[in-house]
């Protein structure tokens, strides 16, 4: 294998180390940014959803409550009436999306089982609407369900977090793991660049100082002196081969004038 091919070889592998260090950092690197997404997209969009449902469910009551307060003799009027329609709305819509949302055990459950507490919810608030007398009695069976809705919508969340909380600790766990790797891997290619970085210098230094030697010495036995001051190998080769070559040239001129 000629020195140009042993450079080029030399030089591919260790391209080839750092492209392998680059492809290892980008898949770890990867894997963190999906298990990050992951926690994100199966989990938070159901704390939201259960964040606007107790919100809503809350807005609900209150516009429903304020109607026994006031004694309104037509039920829910007015601001009352629109607050309580928006919220109604609300939280409907954000039900749906839980519904479509489901990504831990018993949260199915759940949702189910706060689908009939909301509909009775509602059910007695709009009975309490239609019959126009907000007795104490409605107000109490409103309260009754308003909390039970709300427990449920507790318990989703909960379970929500405590998923966020667990993919949290595997995150963590799986990125130390990757640390781990990288280093192995990266300590290992550092040793293989260290191999290359300490081999070829090596390989090329030793077989010009061997050549530069052995022309130092075909020199010394022509008779040429060559000045030895430098510790430039490669300097003293060219210098000894351009010396070699002069006295070649006179060699051949004196051939050259004898045979005349």
Not at 60 to 80: C, E, K, Q, V
Not at 158 to 174: F, G, P, S, V, Y
Request: glycine share 2%; proline share 1%; charged share 20%.
């Amino acid at each position: 294998m000629s020195l140009r091919m042993k450079l080029t070889v030399g030089l591919g592998f260790l391209f080839v180390i750092i492209f392998a260090l680059f492809i290892f950092c980008s898949y770890d690197i990867h894997q963190l940014s999906n298990d990050a997404d992951r926690i994100l997209r199966d989990n938070y969009d159901s704390l939201v959803y259960c964040k606007n449902m107790l919100l809503a469910l809350d807005d609900m009551r209150t516009a429903a409550n304020r109607s026994f307060f006031t004694t309104n003799p037509n039920g829910l009027a007015g601001y009352d009436s629109q607050q309580f329609q928006n919220s109604k709305s609300s939280f409907e819509t954000n039900l749906s999306a839980e519904e479509n949302n489901i990504t831990e055990t018993h949260e199915r459950e759940y949702v189910k089982d706060l689908a009939p507490k909301y509909h009775l919810f509602l059910s007695l608030c709009q009975q309490m609407n239609k019959s126009g007398k907000a007795t104490s009695m409605y107000v109490d069976d409103i309260q009754l369900a308003y909390s039970s809705a709300q427990q449920t919508i507790v318990k989703i969340n909960d379970l929500n977090m405590q998923a966020i909380e667990r993919k949290n600790l595997t995150a963590k766990h799986n990125a130390n793991s990757m640390i781990t790797t990288l280093l192995v891997i990266g300590a290992l290619l550092v040793i293989l660049a260290f191999f290359y970085f300490w081999y070829f210098p090596f390989y090329i230094s030793h077989t010009v100082s061997y050549l530069s030697k052995k022309m130092k010495e075909l020199l010394k036995n022509a008779g040429i002196k060559i000045d030895t001051r430098t510790n430039d190998e490669a300097f003293i080769l060219l210098q000894s081969i351009d010396l070699l070559e002069s006295k070649l040239v006179k060699s051949k001129a004196k051939d050259s004038v004898k045979r005349r």
